[in-house]
Structure formats: structure tokens, C-alpha cells
């Protein structure tokens, strides 16, 4: 099973951007695929990008589609999350999640399909 631990979390100002990393350790990063999820206080757990073992395939929900990149870099063992345009509705904690696929090219939108969470990261947007 991966280990994962987020970084790059923080207070940004509405408009600005952060790069949120995803560093996995152990398992087999290069045939899983790997999603990003937020949960803001009292609300529940979003979708936020999921992107396939190779890269090739990547899928985001509505609120972030056209500001938010997911990329990886299996050489690195790390997934990103590049968001831009922030807005106070982007405050929330932001986890990463990993999925073994072997070489599926699916991507995962469910969180319950997953098997292993980082701790997550904070980020903070202030209007």
C-alpha cells in the first residue's frame, strides 16, 4: 500500500494560486491512479481532479474545471495539484488518494474506490 503525504498548503488571497504536491512512498505509484478530494468544515467530501496511472487521462469536478491542473511525475513519485483563480469557496482541507490499477487507464471519481489518503493539507482563501 502507498504512503502519501500532501504539502503546499496555505493562506492565499482570492485570485491567487498554489501547487499543492502529492509524494508517495512505497506500493506502486506508477500503476495507480491518483485523485484529489477536499472536504470544507461541516460540508462533505468533493471530487476535485483524478488523473490516470500514465498521465493520459484526468477528469475534475464542475467548480474547478478550467482552473485546476492535475499532473504527475511518476519518475518523482509525486501527483500535483495546480489551482488557480482561488476563491473563499476553494477554502477546505485538500487530500490525496491513490488507487491501484496496474495498467487500467481509468480514472477514479468515488472516494470509496481508493485505498490509500495522505493526512492532507490546508488551504486557506481570503475575499
Known amino acids: 500500500q502507498v504512503l502519501l503525504r500532501e504539502s503546499g498548503g496555505g493562506l492565499v488571497q482570492a485570485g491567487g494560486s498554489l501547487r499543492l504536491s502529492c509524494a508517495a512512498t512505497?506500493?506502486?505509484?506508477?500503476?495507480?491512479?491518483m485523485g484529489w478530494f477536499r472536504q470544507g468544515a461541516g460540508e462533505e467530501r468533493e471530487f476535485v481532479a483524478g488523473i490516470s496511472w500514465s498521465g493520459g487521462v484526468t477528469n475534475y469536478g464542475e467548480s474547478v474545471k478550467g482552473r485546476f491542473t492535475i499532473s504527475r511525475d511518476n519518475t518523482k513519485s509525486t501527483a500535483y495539484l495546480q489551482m488557480n483563480s482561488l476563491n473563499a469557496d476553494d477554502t477546505a482541507v485538500y487530500y490525496c488518494?491513490?488507487?491501484?490499477?496496474?495498467?487500467?487507464?481509468?480514472?477514479?471519481?468515488?472516494?470509496?474506490?481508493?485505498?490509500?489518503w495522505g493526512q492532507g493539507t490546508q488551504v486557506t482563501v481570503s475575499s
Open positions: 512505497g506500493g506502486n505509484f506508477g500503476r495507480s491512479a
Open positions: 488518494a491513490a488507487k491501484f490499477t496496474f495498467y487500467s487507464n481509468n480514472v477514479y471519481l468515488a472516494g470509496d474506490e481508493y485505498d490509500s
